[in-house]
Nanobody
């Protein structure tokens, strides 16, 4: 299993970013995937979950209405569209696969929201 995040960076408050997570090494189209983030000095937080069929079944209250998860099973990729970014969204963002009771993580991608 390999998960590789991309699309992070520095953005001003109110701006947008689109994260991607490219997956390989497993049958991508049959697994639910999730996005997590970890802010400095805090634990890892689940922020979004999307089913194998592309249904977003969970958003954390802190991102609801601003973030949208999606997936492209033909490209083995999930995306996280982040709008209305706030300084408190600054964190390292990870995609996660839960497969056969084992969690797999990408290397993480930094998102910094600052003026």
């Amino acid at each position: 299993v390999q998960l590789v995040e991309s699309g992070g960076g520095l953005v001003q408050p109110g701006g947008s970013l689109r994260l991607s997570c490219a997956a390989s090494g497993f049958t991508f189209s049959t697994y639910t995937m999730s996005w997590y983030r970890q802010a400095p000095g805090k634990g890892r937080e689940l922020i979004a979950t999307i089913t194998s069929a592309g249904v977003s079944i969970y958003y954390a209250d802190s991102v609801k209405g601003r973030f949208t998860s999606s997936r492209d099973n033909a490209e083995n990729t999930i995306h996280l569209q982040m709008n209305g970014l706030k300084p408190e969204d600054t964190a390292v963002y990870y995609c996660e696969l839960l497969k056969e009771s084992r969690a797999y993580w990408g290397q993480g991608i930094q998102v910094t929201v600052s003026s």
